[in-house]
């Protein structure tokens, strides 16, 4: 008679460390805000486009449109920072590279940038244009490549049409007054970048 009674015992137990199962696996769901709106410490996670440079803020002048000078596009931040309109980018000279973390020349030239950002910085303002990207991905991108420089956003690819060109990257040298002076299509070497530089501080 007695083996009967532990095999009870036994699928009581069984039953006891399944519920418990149960119970810790719908702690893992993704819980909902309370009434007030606020998520709990679960819903909580960091934003990772938070961990992108900061924008800075652009000089009030905007560049009279004509066919050397950028489209009139606000661009969201990356990061943290304001929106950047492209037609205020003046004051002093910019580096602007259109890229995307699914373009592997983009890729692969942006330690370059970066480089010259650390070089250059002080006098040419850097920034980069994601393109028809996710911000999740750019932003993983920056931070694991320790990218330096701001960023924004173009998700629709706006810049890279009115610019007429269909490949990236792509790298403009616009000067401190908003017109485009020089430009490259395609993955840049470290000459063919100290030439844009020097388009700029020259």
Do not use: K
Not at 31 to 45: C, L, Q
Not at 55 to 80: F, H, I, M, R, Y
Not at 146 to 157: E, Q, S, W
Not at 173 to 198: H, K, N, P
């Amino acid at each position: 008679m007695a083996r009967p009674h532990l095999g009870g015992l036994l699928a009581v137990a069984l039953l006891a460390v399944a519920l418990l199962a149960v119970a810790l696996l719908a702690g893992c769901a993704t819980s909902t805000p309370d009434e007030t709106g606020s998520a709990t410490a679960a819903d909580r996670t960091v934003n990772p486009a938070a961990t992108a440079p900061r924008c800075e803020e652009l000089p009030d002048e905007v560049v009279t449109a004509s066919d050397d000078a950028l489209p009139a596009l606000t661009l969201a931040c990356l990061g943290p920072g304001p929106d950047v309109s492209l037609d205020r980018l003046t004051g002093r000279p910019t580096l602007l590279n259109l890229w995307a973390t699914w373009c592997l020349p983009c890729r692969e030239e942006m330690p370059l940038l970066q480089e010259a950002f650390v070089r250059n910085g002080q006098d040419v303002r850097f920034l980069g244009v994601d393109t028809q990207d996710s911000p999740e991905g750019a932003a993983s991108l920056v931070s694991d490549l320790g990218i330096g420089y701001p960023h924004v956003l173009d998700p629709d690819g706006e810049l890279l049409s009115a610019l007429g060109v269909r490949g990236l990257p792509v790298t403009l040298a616009i000067d401190e007054r908003g017109r485009i002076v020089a430009r490259s299509v395609g993955e840049l070497d470290a000459q063919e970048l100290q030439q844009l530089i020097e388009t700029l501080t020259s």
